[in-house]
C-alpha cells in the first residue's frame, strides 16, 4: 500500500481519493490546503491523519510515498518540482505542465530522485481504451477521424459577467485546449502516435485564451480533427473512420461505450465493458502497479505520450499567439 496526500480541495480531489480508496493501492495520509478549514474538512471526510497548510513540511514528510497535485494548471510545475525534490512520487493533474521545457525539467528531476512523474489523465487508464487499441485493426486503413469534446462550463457564466475563473485565464495556463482538448488529443497520441503536422483554429477570448477551438493533426494517411469547447454543448460522438468500419465512443473520456459498424453489413458490435461509477480508479490501479513493479517500460510509454500531447498543445498555442502568463 503507497501512503499518499493531496494538493488542491477542489471537487476533483474529492474523487481522486475515492477512487485511490477503491483501487485499494493507495491509503491517504495527509491533505495540503492553503486554508486550515478548507484542509480539516476535506480530511475528516476521509480520515487522512493530517492536514498541511506548509507545503514544504508535507513535501519533507517521510510517509508520504505519492502526491496528487490537483491546484490550477500554471502552480502545477513548481509543486511538481518540489515534491519530486524531496523523493516523493507525484501524480499531477491534467495538462500536466503549460510547456515541454518544464515537462523536461521534472522528468530529469524525477529520474535524479529515483520517483517518477504521472499526468493524472482518465481515460488512456480504462480498460476501454486498451480494448480499443486491440481492436482499431478492425476498421482497416484509417481515412478520416473527429474526437470532439465539447461542454459548457458553468465557470464560463462568470466570465460573461466580467470574473475570469482560473480556466478562463492565462495568468493560470488556461482555455480549452488544456482543458479539454487534452482528452481527445490523448486519445490521437495513444493510438495514432505523433502527428506529421499539426494546425489549430481556435475562438480566442477577452483573457487572451481559447474559448473553443479546432485541432487538426496531420498523419500520413488520415486528418484526425479535434473539437474542444468550454463556451458551447454537443452531445456528438467520436468516430474513427476505417475503410472497412467505423469505431464510434460516446465520450473522449472516460471511453464510456464503443461502438463498431462495419461499413459492408452496417452491422454494429458494442465491444466496451461498463466502467466503474469512480473511473478515476482504473488510472489510480495502473500507476500504483507501475510504482510498485517499478515498471520503467509502462512508465517511459506514459511519459512519451504526455510530451506528444504537451508538444502538440505548446505548438498549437504558439501558432495562434496564446501566451501564458508564466511564459512572458
Ligand atoms: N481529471 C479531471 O477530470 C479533472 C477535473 C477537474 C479538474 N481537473 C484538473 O485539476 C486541476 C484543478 O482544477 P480545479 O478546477 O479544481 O482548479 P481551481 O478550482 O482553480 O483550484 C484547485 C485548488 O487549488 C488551490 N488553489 C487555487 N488557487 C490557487 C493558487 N493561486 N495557488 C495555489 N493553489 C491554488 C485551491 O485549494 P486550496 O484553497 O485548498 O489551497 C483550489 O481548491 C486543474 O489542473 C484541472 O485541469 C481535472
Not at 488542491?8 to 481522486?16: L, R
Not at 486491440?134 to 482497416?140: D, F, I, K, N, T
Not at 483573457?207 to 486528418?223: A, H, Q, W
Not at 452491422?267 to 466496451?272: E, F, P, T
Amino acid at each position: 500500500m503507497l501512503n499518499f496526500a493531496t494538493v488542491g480541495t477542489g471537487w476533483i480531489t474529492e474523487s481522486f481519493i475515492q477512487a485511490a480508496h477503491l483501487s485499494k493501492q493507495l491509503k491517504l495520509h495527509g491533505v495540503y490546503s492553503r486554508s486550515f478549514d478548507k484542509g480539516k474538512q476535506l480530511a475528516d471526510a476521509h480520515q487522512a491523519r493530517a492536514v498541511y497548510t506548509d507545503i514544504e513540511e508535507m513535501a519533507q514528510e517521510q510517509e508520504i510515498d505519492v502526491v496528487y497535485i490537483a491546484s490550477p494548471n500554471s502552480v502545477h510545475f513548481e509543486q511538481a518540482l518540489l515534491f519530486l525534490k524531496n523523493n516523493k512520487h507525484v501524480i499531477c493533474e491534467k495538462p500536466i505542465f503549460s510547456n515541454l521545457k518544464e515537462l523536461e525539467i521534472a522528468y530529469q528531476t524525477a529520474e535524479e530522485h529515483g520517483v517518477y512523474l504521472f499526468e493524472a489523465i482518465r481515460n488512456i487508464h480504462t480498460p476501454n481504451f486498451q480494448i480499443l487499441k486491440e481492436q482499431l485493426h478492425r476498421a482497416g486503413k484509417i481515412r478520416s477521424t473527429i474526437l470532439p469534446y465539447i461542454q459548457y462550463s458553468s465557470r464560463y457564466d462568470l466570465f460573461l459577467q466580467g470574473e475570469e475563473p482560473n480556466i478562463f485565464s492565462a495568468k493560470y495556463s488556461g482555455g480549452a485546449l488544456a482543458d479539454l482538448g487534452v482528452y481527445p488529443t490523448y486519445l490521437a497520441a495513444g493510438l495514432f502516435g505523433k502527428p506529421n503536422k499539426v494546425s489549430y483554429h481556435p475562438v480566442i477570448l477577452r483573457s487572451g485564451v481559447d474559448g473553443s477551438g479546432t485541432l487538426v493533426l496531420e498523419y500520413n494517411d488520415f486528418v484526425c480533427t479535434v473539437l474542444c469547447s468550454k463556451i458551447s454543448h454537443s452531445d456528438l460522438p467520436c468516430e474513427i473512420h476505417g475503410e472497412k468500419g467505423t469505431f464510434q465512443l460516446e465520450d473522449a473520456a472516460p471511453i464510456s461505450k464503443i461502438t463498431f459498424i462495419d461499413s459492408h453489413t452496417k452491422d454494429a458490435q458494442v465491444l466496451s465493458v461498463e466502467l466503474e461509477e469512480e473511473n478515476m480508479m482504473y488510472e489510480c490501479m495502473n500507476i500504483a502497479d507501475i510504482i510498485t513493479a517499478k515498471n520503467d517500460l509502462q512508465y517511459e510509454e506514459l511519459k512519451n505520450l504526455s510530451k506528444i500531447v504537451l508538444g502538440i498543445t505548446e505548438e498549437a498555442r504558439k501558432q495562434n499567439n496564446i501566451i501564458f502568463v508564466s511564459e512572458k
